[in-house]
């Protein structure tokens, strides 16, 4: 079987002018990244058309070792919409080279589901992880510095500064560091840290910002830390925006590449949904909405991480409304949630499908909970068998849930034309505006109880002594009104990993908050969870290659 690269490889691709053409920009207009990719300038958003144009958001069931194909779903469902004629566009994230050399080894979909150039894109794309990386360590830069200066010093209190150092790579050993080392002239030593880039809060303020000057008004509330009159310090007070800001001027643009089928994808920001808000760019979404006819779009991991997020923060800021939900669902992963061993999830075993189904249930629930319509699409695999499948389209119909198989990894938008007619069936059922899950009026106390109750399906949440301080904290610096972007384990819905399935009679714990009033929420977060992965035992980097012809091989 060819691999995702060896069928990329197999593609013609057109010029990136003739994809712009299909969304109506001019040719001058676009920002040439080679022959194929290009930069979309902001001019282009429409917002009488943002409005009217049908949102769709792919998420998924509880991610499992087995994967579930979201990303392949959201591209394959792009091409089976536009061969019944409708102008889609694919709006999705842009990977980090964290999961890239570490446990994903790329991040473009897969099979004849995919988005070109996939070298490109996994690895630098247009450069805008590097800038984000480069806005967020010069703050770094500013805060030693201020720290270190006696004539500007601010009275910053080292021991208060929350503002770590980022990298786009996964690496543990930087989690905890020391700096300022080497005497007098090599700063104020003090314990700090790093996170991976895709967790940066400038990485979620680049997401939620409208235009530069409101990514540059953001990057000002950037909450530092503390001076030594207990005085709170932010990026403004350093003089941080403009700078940070002008290494963003490229990065704010959306990019502009294409499907295998010659279809316009849009990518653009890159936050995980463990970690972070998991959604691509505001200024994205309504980049696609403004040209296409129809917009797909995901989320990160599953219904409960990255479907909640897009929906209680990225798209009450934006003022969007999805108008169906297509949950995707693998025979493979629902066995594993069934409890049936790794090695066996091929094996048919239609009771494990069926032991495995509460967790599809659960996040059914959940996408009803804001009000708005469901598909299920079954991304179906050759191991597969009839009677699993129908195992799965049996319950969804019991439920009133369209279900249907899709093939779009071996047959492109051919394998994806069920459930297309499935989601342009489910739009018109849709209300005008989606129900947030909490009022913004709660406390961040609340906030957090009612996500973990409701979406999670916790009995209760418990707050460490840290949590309770740092809800001191928010209080006192008046952000109590902003929403909550819980940092909690993928595998699970609780914030235990090893709880597979639908798990009941659980309690989170929510060990610290982090404040992030640029981006404009803060961070519960939950468990073990880190905001710095590590890399696995044996590495995608391993497997990846470069010859003498320039040619890539190991990315899948």
């Given at each position: 079987m060819?691999?995702?690269?060896?069928?990329?490889?197999?593609i013609t691709?057109?010029?990136?002018?003739?994809?712009?053409d299909?969304?109506?920009i001019?040719?001058?207009?676009?920002?040439m990244?080679g022959?194929y990719?290009?930069?979309i300038?902001?001019?282009?958003?429409q917002?009488?058309?943002?409005?009217?144009?049908?949102?769709?958001?792919?998420?998924a069931?509880?991610?499992?070792?087995?994967?579930?194909?979201k990303?392949?779903?959201s591209?394959?469902?792009?091409?089976?919409?536009?061969r019944l004629?409708?102008?889609?566009?694919?709006?999705l994230?842009?990977p980090s080279?964290?999961?890239?050399?570490g446990i994903?080894?790329?991040a473009?979909?897969?099979?004849?589901?995919?988005?070109?150039?996939?070298?490109d894109?996994?690895?630098?794309?247009?450069?805008?992880?590097?800038?984000?990386?480069?806005?967020?360590?010069?703050?770094?830069?500013?805060?030693?510095?201020?720290?270190?200066?006696?004539?500007?010093s601010?009275?910053?209190?080292?021991?208060?500064?929350?503002?770590?150092?980022?990298?786009d790579?996964?690496?543990?050993?930087?989690?905890?560091?020391?700096v300022?080392?080497?005497g007098?002239?090599?700063?104020v030593p003090?314990?700090?840290?790093?996170?991976?880039?895709?967790a940066?809060?400038?990485?979620?303020?680049?997401?939620?910002?409208?235009?530069?000057?409101?990514?540059k008004e953001?990057?000002?509330?950037?909450?530092?830390g503390?001076?030594y009159?207990?005085?709170?310090?932010f990026a403004?007070?350093?003089h941080?925006?403009g700078?940070?800001?002008?290494?963003?001027?490229d990065?704010?643009?959306?990019?502009?590449?294409?499907t295998?089928?010659g279809?316009?994808?849009?990518?653009?920001?890159g936050?995980?949904?463990?970690?972070?808000?998991?959604?691509?760019?505001?200024?994205?979404t309504?980049?696609?909405?403004?040209?296409?006819d129809y917009?797909?779009?995901e989320?990160?991991?599953?219904?409960?991480?990255?479907?909640e997020?897009?929906?209680?923060?990225?798209?009450?800021?934006?003022?969007?409304?999805?108008?169906?939900?297509?949950?995707?669902a693998?025979?493979r992963?629902l066995?594993?949630?069934?409890?049936?061993?790794?090695?066996?999830l091929?094996t048919?075993?239609?009771?494990?499908?069926?032991?495995g189904?509460p967790?599809?249930m659960?996040?059914?629930?959940?996408i009803?909970?804001?009000g708005?319509?469901?598909?299920?699409?079954?991304n179906r695999f050759?191991?597969?068998?009839?009677?699993?499948i129908?195992?799965v389209?049996?319950?969804?119909?019991?439920?009133?849930?369209r279900?249907?198989?899709?093939?779009a990894?071996?047959?492109?938008?051919?394998?994806?034309?069920?459930?297309?007619e499935?989601?342009?069936e489910a739009?018109p059922?849709?209300?005008?505006?989606?129900?947030?899950?909490?009022s913004?009026?709660?406390?961040?106390?609340?906030k957090?109880?009612?996500?973990?109750?409701?979406?999670?399906?916790?009995?209760d949440?418990?707050?460490?002594?840290?949590?309770?301080?740092?809800?001191?904290?928010?209080?006192?610096?008046g952000?109590s009104?902003?929403?909550?972007?819980?940092?909690?384990?993928?595998?699970?819905?609780?914030d235990?990993?090893?709880?597979i399935?639908?798990p009941?009679?659980?309690?989170?714990?929510?060990?610290?908050?982090?404040?992030?009033?640029?981006?404009?929420?803060?961070v519960p977060?939950?468990?073990?969870m880190?905001?710095?992965?590590g890399?696995?035992?044996?590495?995608?980097?391993e497997?990846?290659d470069i010859?003498?012809?320039?040619?890539?091989s190991?990315?899948?």
């Amino acid at each position: 079987m060819a691999s995702d690269i060896d069928i990329a490889r197999t593609i013609t691709l057109k010029p990136i002018q003739e994809i712009g053409d299909k969304l109506g920009i001019d040719q001058q207009d676009l920002q040439m990244y080679g022959r194929y990719k290009a930069k979309i300038p902001l001019q282009y958003i429409q917002p009488e058309k943002v409005k009217e144009t049908p949102l769709i958001l792919v998420t998924a069931i509880s991610p499992t070792p087995a994967g579930e194909g979201k990303t392949t779903m959201s591209i394959g469902l792009t091409e089976g919409m536009n061969r019944l004629g409708k102008k889609t566009c694919v709006v999705l994230r842009e990977p980090s080279l964290g999961p890239v050399f570490g446990i994903k080894g790329g991040a473009t979909g897969g099979g004849y589901a995919q988005v070109l150039p996939m070298e490109d894109i996994n690895l630098h794309f247009t450069g805008d992880f590097s800038a984000v990386e480069k806005a967020h360590n010069l703050l770094a830069a500013l805060i030693d510095n201020n720290i270190q200066s006696r004539k500007r010093s601010l009275g910053i209190d080292p021991r208060t500064v929350l503002w770590k150092r980022v990298m786009d790579m996964n690496d543990r050993a930087l989690r905890d560091v020391i700096v300022g080392l080497g005497g007098t002239t090599g700063g104020v030593p003090r314990q700090t840290g790093f996170d991976i880039t895709a967790a940066s809060e400038i990485m979620a303020i680049l997401c939620l910002s409208d235009n530069l000057s409101h990514l540059k008004e953001k990057i000002g509330n950037i909450f530092i830390g503390f001076t030594y009159d207990r005085e709170p310090v932010f990026a403004r007070d350093l003089h941080a925006p403009g700078a940070m800001a002008a290494l963003m001027k490229d990065a704010i643009q959306p990019n502009l590449v294409q499907t295998i089928e010659g279809n316009p994808a849009i990518i653009h920001g890159g936050p995980f949904a463990n970690i972070a808000q998991g959604t691509n760019t505001i200024i994205a979404t309504r980049m696609g909405l403004s040209m296409a006819d129809y917009v797909v779009t995901e989320a990160g991991f599953g219904a409960d991480l990255g479907a909640e997020k897009f929906l209680d923060i990225k798209c009450r800021q934006a003022g969007l409304s999805p108008k169906t939900v297509v949950l995707v669902a693998t025979i493979r992963a629902l066995k594993y949630h069934g409890g049936a061993d790794l090695k066996e999830l091929t094996t048919p075993d239609e009771h494990a499908v069926a032991k495995g189904l509460p967790n599809m249930m659960k996040h059914l629930e959940n996408i009803a909970q804001f009000g708005l319509p469901a598909v299920v699409a079954i991304n179906r695999f050759p191991t597969d068998t009839d009677e699993e499948i129908n195992v799965v389209k049996e319950h969804c119909r019991a439920m009133g849930v369209r279900a249907e198989t899709v093939t779009a990894w071996a047959d492109g938008g051919a394998g994806a034309e069920a459930i297309a007619e499935a989601v342009l069936e489910a739009i018109p059922k849709a209300p005008a505006q989606f129900k947030p899950i909490y009022s913004l009026d709660m406390s961040i106390e609340e906030k957090v109880r009612k996500v973990a109750t409701t979406i999670y399906g916790a009995n209760d949440v418990e707050f460490t002594s840290r949590a309770r301080l740092d809800l001191r904290r928010i209080e006192k610096l008046g952000l109590s009104g902003l929403p909550v972007c819980i940092a909690k384990t993928q595998k699970s819905l609780s914030d235990n990993p090893d709880l597979i399935g639908r798990p009941t009679d659980f309690t989170i714990t929510v060990r610290e908050i982090e404040i992030a009033a640029g981006a404009g929420f803060v961070v519960p977060i939950t468990g073990d969870m880190m905001r710095m992965p590590g890399l696995p035992l044996i590495p995608s980097a391993e497997g990846i290659d470069i010859n003498d012809q320039g040619e890539i091989s190991g990315l899948f």
